[in-house]
């Protein structure tokens, strides 16, 4: 027997399914009108973004993609990804790349900060976390979604599920941590770091400018790190010879303890003056600081 709370939620979730339904009937000869793409967005503004609305097996309203039509496959399971992106909480972390990468250098962070000689540690996590996701991409439903695809995450094949999400995320995420092992595991000599690039007097301010910069420019990315770059150029605190370029970036990287995008996005882009003006200005209230103490 129902508890009282159970079944007032029961009565709830069934008057609002009630609620949907007389909604759904109402709307559906304004819904058949639309084409795809609206009728997606349709649903999304209308019914919270269920895909189906049915009455006794039979569909009013629904979204769900023409097994043929690859077009109509690629939006919904777009739309899916997005609503799975919209979520949070760690145990979304396991369905996106970029998150995993995050938590990742979060936790390289926290090592940094807590400990003098962090490099043996950062190789230990590196090495169980490669471990670990190597174990998980062998799961069934994994490798399923990995034999399927072989390395085309093309969304235009088949409607998604969650597998497909993390199979995507577990794929990228293992080259990116081995990559990140052999950084560490080939670095020989002591390469410079990003306060040893910058061209601050006295010496002391160096390390204090470039934990600002870090501050400052915590969620900047690819071309807006090359604009953060251009600007200390341009205000004479920093000087970049051409083979200088990949090692300041790698410094800048490890300096920020978080991705930064790849060498290609942050040192190959045109860019016109005015493009860094605001990186400049950011940059100057930081200069500013030192002047005014």
């Not at 949907?20 to 795809?36: M, N, T």
């Not at 990468?101 to 230990?124: C, M, W, Y």
């Not at 072989?150 to 577990?170: C, E, F, H, P």
Request: hydrophobic share 30%.
């Amino acid at each position: 027997m129902m508890k009282n709370k159970e079944l007032r939620e029961f009565e709830a979730r069934k008057e609002k399914g009630m609620e949907q339904l007389r909604k759904a009937k109402e709307l559906k000869p304004e819904f058949e009108k639309l084409d795809y793409p609206e009728k997606l967005k349709f649903m999304d503004e209308h019914f919270e973004g269920i895909s189906g609305i049915s009455d006794n097996g039979e569909m009013i309203l629904s979204v769900y993609p023409d097994e043929h039509d690859p077009e109509q496959i690629r939006l919904f399971n777009e739309r899916f990804i997005k609503r799975w992106e919209d979520n949070e909480g760690e145990m979304f972390i396991e369905y996106s790349f970029d998150r995993l990468k995050a938590r990742f250098f979060s936790h390289i962070d926290k090592i940094r900060q807590t400990n003098p000689v962090p490099g043996d540690l950062i190789t230990e996590y590196i090495e169980k976390e490669i471990k670990t996701y190597s174990e998980r991409i062998k799961t069934p439903f994994i490798q399923s979604e990995r034999d399927f695809y072989n390395g085309n995450w093309d969304l235009s094949k088949r409607v998604i599920q969650t597998s497909y999400l993390m199979a995507q995320a577990y794929y990228n995420y293992l080259p990116f941590l081995k990559e990140q092992l052999n950084k560490r595991v080939s670095r020989g000599r002591k390469k410079k770091t990003f306060p040893e690039y910058l061209l601050i007097k006295p010496d002391e301010n160096k390390i204090w400018f470039a934990d600002q910069l870090k501050k400052e420019f915590n969620t900047d990315r690819q071309i807006h790190i090359r604009y953060m770059i251009e600007g200390l150029i341009k205000l004479g605190h920093l000087s970049l010879a051409k083979g200088q370029w990949a090692g300041c970036i790698e410094a800048i990287e490890q300096y920020f303890c978080r991705d930064i995008g790849d060498y290609q996005g942050i040192q190959n882009p045109t860019i016109k003056p005015k493009d860094f003006e605001s990186a400049e200005k950011r940059i100057q209230s930081i200069l500013d600081q030192i002047i005014r103490d």
